[in-house]
T-cell receptor, first 114, second 114 residues
Framework: ETGVTQSPTHLIKTRGQQVTLRCSSQ?????VSWYQQALGQGPQFIFQ???????GRGNFPPRFSGLQFPNYSSELNVNALELDDSALYLC?????????????FGEGSWLTVV | AQSVTQLDSQVPVFEEAPVELRCNYS??????LFWYVQYPNQGLQLLLK??????LVKGINGFEAEFNKSQTSFHLRKPSVHISDTAEYFC????????????FGKGTRLSVIA
């Protein structure tokens, strides 16, 4: 139990639709990051938020966007869904985001795009 | 930029036998190193991490890893595995400065056979 909770756990969307995934960070953690894990692959960094500001982004197109709220919970939004967006989306939280701090992962949201 | 290579995609091993999961990394700067475990339909759990100091790092569940800077390796070992160790194992690296994300390998599937 990491204290990071994600919702929904599973969802199915149609190509072209939009999706919002939600994450509640571990208590006291002000940094949240999102990763995409395609089947049979390792997680890939999407972006990170620190105190409500995006402070790092991986190689993902602008249709992947996010928010972090004052209570440090977070959302990942994906517009114009494509079949290749089907994956497990992992939210992770940490204290300050300083390199070396333990990053705690949630159990993920499984997204299937048909 | 960093990269991680996990040399074995699958490792079958008999119960109570020793196991080593191999990880090599590439980076132009100093790094932190991590091993995460992912049980079926779950998120990632930190096994251990190397930040500095002793190159032999002990983690949870009887796992340990050794950082070898000259070989750019961070292999994970356990002297005697249990059925419950069956899972996917991910090696990850991040820069050892500032607020940098994790870069993961593709994972190694450890299957423990009774």
């Amino acid at each position: 139990e990491t204290g990071v909770t994600q919702s929904p756990t599973h969802l199915i969307k149609t190509r072209g639709q939009q999706v919002t995934l939600r994450c509640s960070s571990q208590s006291g953690h002000n940094t949240v990051s999102w990763y995409q894990q395609a089947l049979g692959q390792g997680p890939q960094f999407i972006f990170q938020y620190y105190r409500e500001e995006e402070n790092g982004r991986g190689n993902f197109p602008p249709r992947f966007s996010g928010l972090q709220f004052p209570n440090y919970s977070s959302e990942l939004n994906v517009n114009a869904l494509e079949l290749d967006d089907s994956a497990l989306y992992l939210c992770a939280s940490s204290l300050d985001g300083t390199g070396g701090n333990t990053i705690y992962f949630g159990e993920g949201s499984w997204l299937t795009v048909v | 930029a960093q990269s991680v290579t996990q040399l074995d995609s699958q490792v079958p091993v008999f119960e109570e036998a020793p196991v080593e999961l191999r990880c090599n990394y590439s980076s132009s700067v100093s790094v932190y190193l991590f091993w995460y475990v992912q049980y079926p339909n779950q998120g990632l759990q930190l096994l251990l991490k190397y930040l500095s100091g002793s190159t032999l790092v002990k983690g949870i569940n009887g796992f340990e890893a050794e950082f070898n800077k000259s070989q750019t390796s961070f292999h994970l070992r356990k002297p005697s595995v249990h059925i419950s160790d069956t899972a996917e194992y991910f090696c990850a690296v991040s820069e050892n400065s500032g607020n940098t994300p994790l870069v993961f390998g593709k994972g190694t599937r450890l299957s423990v056979i009774a």
